[in-house]
């Protein structure tokens, strides 16, 4: 069983919806990544979470961490937005990573 | 906010040939560093753990006189594939551990063509 389950596995929405992606994980943590990741394989850090909420733009990222459960939310989602998003956890120095959520934005 | 550059962004090498990437931290000195492959559709998976001044950490199944990591600097981590194969093709993708160890930043990626 992977350590971080990730769902859905691919998601297809229309442009000006509401996207949650959701992210699992079996393990104690010290820190949370949201990545995400574009056509091209180039990876940019959205969020980096040890407890709470954070906002940044149209993004927004929550963890529990007694229930061991995070998402990641896109409001008026656009098609720029349709990209692999990647759940990583950290514990210690290791790092393990969710298979990734393939969206797709339709205009 | 802290930055990790990753270079280059892609390479195409030919069979047999060595290839080096680098992974720098540009405005935080990174005593550890990792190394990440990932296979195609697949998510990233860890290769090392590189830590300044000392040999790197490999994972389970990874070849290390094939993939050698050197962290010869606080700033700078470099992975080269040795004698490359077309088996070798993948994409690449360090991170730089802050040093309070709180944070971990990650390079955009390499992605590794071998013809």
């Known amino acids: 069983k992977n350590e971080v389950e990730q769902s859905p596995q691919n998601l297809t929405a229309q442009e000006g919806e509401f996207i949650t992606i959701n992210c699992s994980y079996s393990?104690?943590?010290?820190?949370l990544h949201w990545l995400q990741q574009h056509p091209g394989g180039g990876i940019v850090s959205l969020f980096m979470?040890?407890?709470g909420k954070k906002k940044h733009g149209r993004l927004i990222a929550t963890i529990n961490i007694q229930e061991k459960h995070s998402s990641l939310h896109i409001t008026a989602s656009h098609p720029r937005d349709s990209a692999v998003y990647i759940c990583?956890?950290?514990?210690?120095?290791?790092?393990?990573f969710g298979a990734g959520t393939r969206l797709t934005v339709k205009p | 906010g802290a930055v990790v550059s990753q270079h280059p962004s892609w390479v195409i090498c030919k069979s047999g040939t060595s290839v080096k990437i680098e992974c720098r931290s540009l405005?935080?000195?990174?005593?550890?560093m990792f190394w990440y492959r990932q296979f195609p559709k697949q998510s990233l998976m860890l290769m090392a753990t590189?830590?300044?001044?000392?040999?790197?950490?490999?994972e389970q199944g990874v070849e290390k006189d094939k993939f050698l990591i050197n962290h010869a600097s606080l700033t700078l981590s470099t992975l080269t594939v040795t004698s490359a194969h077309p088996e070798d093709s993948s994409f690449y993708i360090c991170?730089?551990?802050?040093?309070?160890?709180?944070?971990?930043?990650f390079g955009q990626g390499t992605r590794l063509t071998v013809v």
């Open positions: 979470l040890s407890s």
């Open positions: 990583a956890v950290r514990f210690g120095n290791d790092m393990r």
């Open positions: 393990v104690g943590i010290s820190a």
């Open positions: 405005d935080f000195q990174a005593t550890t």
């Open positions: 590189s830590n300044e001044g000392s040999k790197a950490t490999y």
């Open positions: 991170s730089a551990m802050n040093p309070q160890g709180t944070e971990a930043f």
